[in-house]
């Protein structure tokens, strides 16, 4: 079944005219998490409904586990444990009979234990569950969302936004629950979230996906390593712009007599060599802000 | 085997009122029938209600249209009289539409993101429509009884447990003609109330196009469209209507476009 918890190859899924996503190539590896990021449209639900087998690609084919999603749909389903980003309930239903129904429905069976420690975790109390959907808040709704996605202990976790409308502390209960399931490192989890700090907090890799294609894959290191970072430099003095050499991955972004500021990408070594005989007088790198890094992909949206 | 059971026990739940609520509606018609049928009776009024049967009614179905003015008629006529016939087939409707309103409401993410079936879904809809129908049949003819009970008089002519047994498979077809109608358009609709209201409105119509060709020569060419054409129920009262043949042309229809349903909802996107 090779190394890949999910492995999607050129997957496209068109809507009429419109693109859903084109020709998306990635992969996440067993046991990783890994945060799939994009503006509102750019294609993030669209890819979780083709690996739930919910939407059915033009071309291309998305694998669980190593199991087709759309060819062995049914094993491959068994493989994953979704939280959509709007959790839909029966409002008639109680919070207990809700996780019971689905439970039935699940084919896998669930620890009475294993399901209490995630009640407790996301402070889901005995009140709440006898409680009708319909009178809960969308906190709770939404806690009871992540529940029955972890609840059937599947392999593969497909989370869709799963903080949106927590409180901080559940919110930081979740990320703990996530270290927890990414230190047992039998869980692979696949994100998909607004919330950067969560994603940088707690995702080994990240995807961008804009106008259905992606656009950038990789560890937050990586990201770091190879995103434009904006250098300013201060001069005691008015410096002639002419005199900066011509650098590979270098930009400059704007000047003054003694002020330049440059967009870096790659090593600054070369920047540091080429300003040594210059009157320096300050020199400042704003640190790699993941925000700052998306919005450059999200403002071309 | 704990999915199709659990899909069911939910819908059904869901549903109880709808349910509980139209059977009631539908078998408590049947005693108010008789009982305005063993009063007419027993005052004899029948015999002054031939002159009320529409001229348009006399012409077009000769003689049979005398039966609805006696107590064996007025009695079966609890079986297919518009509102009946119509929520009977509504019902059926409800049941079967439940798939488009789960993926309206995102429900069916729930559901399919798991490893259940897409047919099974559908068969779980199915079920409960033909449950539902059954129930409807059976509470229909416990009502005429409970009715004849209570009104009645051994005297009187009540129609018999096979013309009533007729009555009701006919009828059965018909609202599983309209349910099997309405699956196939609710498995690619993603409103509910367009799958409802398409689906019920095509019923209404229905009815209408047969119960018009009676006196509308323009209808009766396209009167055979009608799944109601095919329930000729002053003539299984007359005992001269084919025993078989429109039965099976309702359950095939209504087969076929089951057919198409599961098909449909088979291949479409979520």
């Known amino acids: ?188 989890v696949f994100l998909s979230s607004h919330v950067l700090t969560e994603v940088e907090a707690t995702c080994d890799r990240i995807g961008v996906i804009r106008g259905g294609r992606m656009v ?18 201060d001069f005691r003095e008015p410096v002639d712009i002419g005199t900066l050499p011509a650098l590979s991955g270098v930009e400059l972004t704007h000047h003054t007599g003694r002020q330049w500021i440059l967009s870096v990408r790659g090593p600054l070594g070369p920047v540091i060599q080429a300003l040594a005989g210059h009157p320096v007088h300050d020199l400042s790198v704003q640190p790699f802000k993941l925000e700052n890094y998306l919005a450059s992909y999200y403002a071309e949206d | 085997m704990t999915l199709l059971p659990a899909l069911m026990q939910r819908s059904a739940t869901q549903a109880r009122f709808v349910l509980l609520g139209s059977l009631g509606l539908l078998a408590g018609l049947q005693v108010v029938i008789v009982g305005q049928a063993s009063a007419l009776e027993e005052t004899h009024g029948f015999s002054r209600m031939t002159e009320l049967v529409p001229a348009f009614l006399q012409r077009g179905l000769g003689n049979k249209s005398l039966l609805l003015v006696t107590f064996k008629g007025t009695v079966a006529f609890g079986y297919f009289h518009p509102v009946v016939a119509t929520l009977v087939a509504v019902l059926a409707i409800y049941f079967v539409t439940e798939i488009a309103h789960e993926v309206e409401s995102g429900l069916v993410d729930v559901m399919l ?52 047994a007729r009555l009701l498979l006919h009828l059965a077809g018909v609202a599983l003609c309209f349910a099997g109608f309405g699956l196939a358009v609710a498995a690619g609709a993603r409103r509910w109330s367009t799958a409802f209201t398409t689906a019920a409105l095509t019923a209404v119509l229905m009815y209408l196009v047969d119960f018009l060709a009676i006196g509308w020569p323009l209808l009766r060419p396209i009167a055979w469209l009608s799944p109601f054409h095919y329930y000729p129920a002053l003539s299984i009262l007359a005992g001269d209507a084919p025993e078989w043949r429109n039965l099976i042309v309702l359950l095939s229809a209504a087969a076929g476009f089951g057919a198409l349903g599961y098909w449909r909802f088979s291949r479409r996107d979520l």
């Open chain 1, 1 to 188: 079944m090779g190394d890949c918890a999910i492995q999607a190859e050129g997957l496209t899924k068109y809507f009429g005219d419109v693109i859903g996503v084109e020709e998306l190539s990635f992969e996440v590896a067993r046991g990783e998490t890994y945060g799939f990021l994009g503006a509102n449209g750019a294609g993030k639900t669209t890819t979780i409904r083709l690996l739930l087998d919910l939407l059915r690609p033009t071309r291309g084919r998305v694998t669980v586990q190593g199991l087709d999603c759309q060819r062995q749909s049914l094993e491959a389903r068994r493989q994953i444990g979704y939280l959509p980003g709007d959790f839909p309930v029966y409002p008639d239903l109680t919070a207990a009979g809700y996780l019971d129904y689905l439970a039935r429905l699940d084919g896998r069976s669930v620890s009475r234990s294993y399901l209490d420690e995630l009640l407790a975790r996301f402070d889901v109390s005995a009140i709440d569950l006898r409680r009708r959907l319909r009178d809960q808040s969308h906190g709770m709704k939404q806690k009871i969302g992540i529940v029955q996605a972890l609840m059937g202990r599947a392999p593969v976790l497909v989370l869709d936004e799963p903080t949106a409308g927590l409180d901080p502390l559940m919110a930081q209960a979740f990320r703990e629950m996530l270290d927890i399931l990414r230190h047992r490192g039998d869980t692979t």
């Open chain 1, 216 to 233: 950038a894959t990789g560890t937050i290191e990586d990201l770091k390593r190879n995103a434009a970072r904006r250098v300013t430099i």
């Open chain 2, 113 to 164: 993101a798991r490893s259940v079936p897409r047919r099974v879904v559908v068969t779980r809809s199915v079920l409960l429509a033909t449950g539902a129908v059954a129930a409807a049949m059976l509470l229909m003819a416990a009502g005429t009884r409970l009715g004849l009970r209570l009104f009645g008089s051994p005297e009187f002519d009540a129609p018999s447990a096979g013309v009533t």
